[in-house]
């Protein structure tokens, strides 16, 4: 071995089936790409790799397709499935899956733009509310008033963009919260997170929990 | 123009969308069919397969957390369906794939040929790979998954998905060489 020493070299011919298949992430890529340029044994061996690639799409594909009857057998079975009542967490998570997937990236960076302006605010009033400096009228959110979901403890929540619909379903379901409100001007969902009112401690305590999870990006306490 | 996205139907699906999930059938079931076809090597058990592991994404789609693809995660449950089918089949038929697995390769006609081209040769030895050898180069090479999303679909680590894609290979070159196709590896 003239460039690469063995160790490193078996490293990289593991990486080589998922480079061929262009399934590595750009870290591994650039490693293989240098290891594939500087070390002509492993270039050969890579070709061997491509050509496996190349038959074993060639073999499936020659494979051919099911018959219809795989598709009657199915929905014939989902016919004698009981009927179900649409989940009321699904279809909100459905909307807004499909709200976010209808948007263009330049709609997206404008929103993204929106809602640090609206972080901003936010944590101004945050801030504002706990030095007791409350302003004359109160604070309420421009979409979500907030007497909505009637009494309970509730919370202001921003999810990441890249949190898909089944994801918030997960974190929603899981931490037993619905959606009662939103979303406002930066994307704020109104929250609840428990059916009465709570002491602001434990408000605090749940706002602390909520935030390690990656699906949040923001989220504050809501009177 | 903008697809639906299979997350998108999945949660169509949760709320009983008949049509979303004919749309998630038409868009997977050919992958789905010919990676568990490429298992079982049954047509017909291969549709039976197929329409259960659909009939369960209906049942679970309000479960489907997101933590993976959508496809990854029909190739996971199509897998434990059809491993579930292998286990069922008769002894006499396992003995009989056993006994072509472990065939005398002497130069017949088809063999010699072969030779001739190496791409015909790789596509037999193929065929010829273990269980669990062909499912792990299917998913690499054919169903494009990462090393994270095998781990997944085969429940392994992901360091031992690596290695068994490794040995897998390796036995390719073996599988070639006694066709009388040396690679020089390994």
């Known amino acids: ?223 | 123009m903008q697809t639906t996205s299979d997350e998108v139907l999945i949660g169509r699906i949760a709320n009983g969308d008949r049509l979303a999930m004919q749309v998630l059938f038409a868009r997977h079931h050919v992958a789905v069919y010919r990676f568990v076809l490429r298992m079982v090597r049954n047509d017909a058990t291969a549709e039976d397969v197929i329409s259960d592991v659909f009939l369960d994404v209906w049942r679970q789609a309000g479960s489907f957390a997101g933590r993976s693809a959508v496809s990854t995660w029909l190739l996971s449950i199509a897998r434990f369906k059809a491993l579930s089918a292998l286990r069922r089949r008769p002894e006499a038929e396992l003995d009989e794939e056993m006994a072509e697995a472990i065939e005398d390769h002497a130069d017949d006609p088809e063999v010699a040929l072969a030779k001739k081209d190496k791409g015909a040769a790789l596509r037999q030895c193929l065929t010829k790979l273990s269980t669990e050898h062909r499912e792990i180069v299917d998913l690499v090479y054919y169903h494009e998954k990462s090393v994270e999303e095998v781990a997944a679909i085969v429940g392994i680590p992901e360091a031992t998905v690596k290695t068994r894609m490794f040995y897998a290979r390796k036995k390719l070159s073996e599988l070639l060489k006694e066709r009388g196709i040396d690679r020089g590896w390994p």
């Open chain 1, 1 to 223: 071995m003239n460039t690469v020493n063995e160790r490193q070299r078996d490293d990289i011919e593991e990486l080589l089936p998922w480079h061929a298949a262009g399934t590595l992430d750009h870290r591994d890529m650039q490693r293989v790409e240098s290891a594939l340029a500087a070390d002509p044994e492993l270039a050969r061996r890579y070709e061997m790799v491509r050509e496996e690639l190349a038959q074993t799409i060639h073999l499936n594909e020659t494979l051919g397709a099911p018959s219809p009857r795989a598709m009657a057998a199915l929905f014939a079975k989902i016919d004698a499935e009981p009927a179900r009542r649409p989940r009321l967490s699904a279809v909100l998570m459905a909307r807004i899956g499909e709200f976010f997937a209808a948007l263009s990236p330049r709609t997206l960076a404008w929103s993204a733009t929106a809602a640090a302006l609206a972080i901003v605010l936010q944590a101004g009033l945050i801030a504002g509310v706990l030095l007791g400096e409350k302003s004359p009228s109160g604070y309420e959110t421009a979409s979500a008033p907030a007497n909505v979901g009637g009494p309970g403890a509730y919370v202001l929540i921003r999810f990441q963009p890249q949190a898909n619909a089944a994801a918030i379903d997960h974190f929603l379901e899981t931490n037993k919260l619905s959606i009662v409100g939103g979303p406002s001007a930066g994307g704020l969902y109104r929250v609840r997170v428990a059916a009465v009112k709570l002491p602001s401690d434990d408000v605090d305590r749940i706002v602390r929990t909520l935030q390690t999870d990656k699906v949040v990006a923001f989220i504050a306490v809501s009177e």
